[in-house]
């Protein structure tokens, strides 16, 4: 059994990806990729997220401005286990409601200490895009989220109140130094 490993995604992890994509589904997340879609076209779909340029994992209105981001996958025994999306800049929007880095473990996978391993192994990719202090953004209500993000020794500086268009957020910073 190896360690669990942040990397950049690949076609190695196709089969695992693919499911781990219907649990999401099932639960209500990733709802704008058609399943079929990115299991047919994988290696188009793997050359987007290398590329960093759009945020394919969550589609946000066209007046929203895209930033550069680098996409790394969790994986144990060849297995996807999460994502990581690190953003390398902040814009307006990000400012207030989606920070430098967001992170999802896969359903079948959460409870199992995954959340931490893979926020624990971020911080040097972080600090290596130069970015010394990372702004993350959480719903107050998830709890799990939470406790992986202050295990980790992020510092809670506000909560954002909801908007017409977005929803609350805890607001944090986390020491990539």
Known sequence: MSAAKLEKPSMDHKESYIKAL???????????LDIDDVENNFEEFIQKLHEG???I????ADWVETVPETVLWLVKDNEFIGTLNIRHRLNWHLEKWGGHLNFII???MRGKGFGKKLLQKA???ISYLG????LITID???TSANKIIQFCGAVLEDTLPATDKFP???RYWLDCT
């Not at 219907?22 to 704008?32: C, D, L, M, W």
């Not at 994992?57 to 946000?60: A, F, L, V």
Request: charged share 40%; proline share 12%; aromatic share 14%.
């Open 22 to 32: 219907k649990e999401f589904q099932a639960e209500g997340r990733y709802s704008f």
């Open 53 to 55: 340029k759009k945020n």
């Open 57 to 60: 994992h969550k589609p946000y």
């Open 106 to 108: 896969r359903p079948s």
């Open 123 to 125: 911080i040097p990719y």
């Open 131 to 134: 970015i010394d202090r990372a």
């Open 140 to 142: 107050p209500k998830d």
């Open 168 to 170: 609350e957020r805890n």
